[in-house]
């Protein structure tokens, strides 16, 4: 470039080849490099998917991951309130690799920790915060718009498996999530568990998974085994628990009861009820196969959906539905929906091939339908079937699906059976033989009573000899005798007292005899002193020793 | 001006390498052998190209993230920009106005001051030699000193390898930040400021500007 060297070396082609020298090849690679770089920076970022959800709660801008089968596969870019201020948009940039999981049926959820006694899941989203999940659907592809759901939705259903429904009283401890056992080995699990409104009833989704689904039969019972069974016997409290997880968390237990028929394999969507417990379930095996209807003339307070029908005791069925939408306008009689499992009856019952039409034959021999009281302390009632004797004649009728079982009512005829029942009891009694033993009982008395007065004879006549012996003259001086013979006994003490005759000469000798005790003493002085005072006398010896001095 | 007399005038070039001055006619340094010219050959050439290729890399750098932090909070990735902007907000003034300074206000002045150098040198720009070769030592000087950002990564990435509380991976920015650095100062070492008084005498000469 500089100019000697260009004076110096005019040719044209040298210029040109210096005008374009290599350097350049530097910023053009430079160019390339940095637009390549730019791009794949924003080829590389993906789509945005627009998701829609009620609240953005642990959603985080530029943290929270959307993920597929835990894997990784987008993150949210952007949360904004959707335009009617009712809910969030988040702008998720999905990787390009994955583009593909945005397609109609797509499901996306957000995960947050949940943290229970069974299972401890999405533990670190409680770190990290949540996640979206992504459940990649089977529509056309691409979409980029999706409403996320507020609920995890159930399994999959492109994941095998059986999908059934429980229905149930009470929902209990029994939760989305809580596991389904099978001989206590897990088999499957609760996904929803939803309160059908009409029915008063609580459904619950359960899948069951592929490997086990088997195991569900017809005239599989499920029962709830969330609760501590305490059951009071002739040998004591029974204490059963079911396992420590299912205590905590709820869970349910199915398996065809003993003496049950397993029947064919079910199919998905069928409809199971949910017992409260294993004697429950137990006390239920019947397939039910006829709705019957029931129309009852009295009050059925204490009839509830659920409640037991029985044949003699046995349960063959259970109540349905009771409502008056089933009776016909102006009947004021109680319509009540049963289903019973006409197959138990049969075996009950004599004499019956055609299976089909038990009912009616049952019927047609005076099959009729009480209420009766099931527990005095509840007031529950439940229905009971049998055979009354002396019925009046009726026929199986129908009613759209259902097959009205003629009632007996519950007012006069039981009452009449009652009062019936109650005198053959009477009857029954072994009256004469109690008289018998009421007379021998009676003759054994006057016998104890006759001993009894000669008993009293006798102790009166000891009482009178006793008077003879008390009125007698004897025994009336002996008193006077008494009186003398103290006074002379109060004579001779006081003749020993101080001032008696006793007494004086007493110490009269007393004296004297400390007078002898007091010569003897100066006696026995003067001996020891000299004892040959004895021999000598007191004047016999010559010196004259003063004995006063002495003493 | 014209008493200063230059070595181009008198023929004689400084080696590019031992900085023997010695007649340019003998074309080989006589110390070192290595070719001699009066002025660094095709300078505003490379010059030019390098800062090309800089500005190039300059787009990228500022805009693909830096760094990728990973941890326990999430994922954040962080452009230059956005990593300034979040030390401003959180108070650290000091660091925000440090890494502002050093990766976006100096890369860009060097590159302005580079382009007015090369304009100046073509005649474009008017300024007297001595304050273009005042910024040109500068820029020279200050050059090196953004490569703090690529340093900073460098070591994060290597002490921040955490599992999953944290981890730090450099980003795509990185390597055109880092060739933005190279690239300026290849631009800068290409540049030859004696191009100035060439410049300035040819103007003081009343001539016309150069012919290339």
Redesign the interface.
Known sequence: ??????SQEPRAVVRHR??W?S??V??L???V???W??W??YHDKGELAYVRFLTADSI?A????VRCRSVKVG?VEKIELADDLLSVVTEIRIDPDSADLLRGGSRLWVVRPRVSASTISGLSTL???AYIELEPGDGPAPVNHFDGLEQPPVTSANVPGLRLTLVAEDAGSLTANSPIYYRGFEVGRVERRTLDIENRRVRFDVFIDDDYSDLVRQGTCFWNTSGIDVTAGADGFKLSTPSLQAMVTGGASFSVPKGGVSGGPVTDGTVFTLFTDEDAAKKSIFVPDHLCLLFFDQSVRGLSTGAPVEFRGIPIGRVVEISFKHSPSGDSRVPVVIEIDSDTLAKAVENIDNSKNVLEECVRRGLRATLSTGSLLTGALYVDLDFVPGAAPAELARSGEYEIIPTESSGFAQLQDKLNSILSKIEALPLDETLGKFGNAADEIAITVKDVRSTLDEAEAALAEAKKLLARDETQNITAELEATLKEVRSSVSSLGPEGAVQGDLSRTLDELRAALRAFKTLSDSIEEKPNSLLFGRESSGNKEPKAKKR | MSEIRSAADEGLASCHLCGKVSPVADEHCPRCGSRLHLRKPHSLERTWSFLIAAMAFYLPANLLPIMNVAGLGGNSRDTIMSGVINFWKKGDFLVAGIIFSASIMIPILKMIALIWLCLAAKGFATASPKNLARLYHVTELVGRWSMVDVFVVAVLVCLVQMGIISTVTPGPAILSFALVVVLTMFSAMSFDPRLFWDRHEKDAAGGSPATP
Do not use: C, D, N, Y
């Open positions: 470039m500089s100019e000697e060297e260009q210096r005008r020298s350097v350049w530097v910023p690679v430079a160019l490099l940095a637009g770089l730019v794949k920076h985080e530029g943290k929270t991951e993150v770190i990290t915060g």
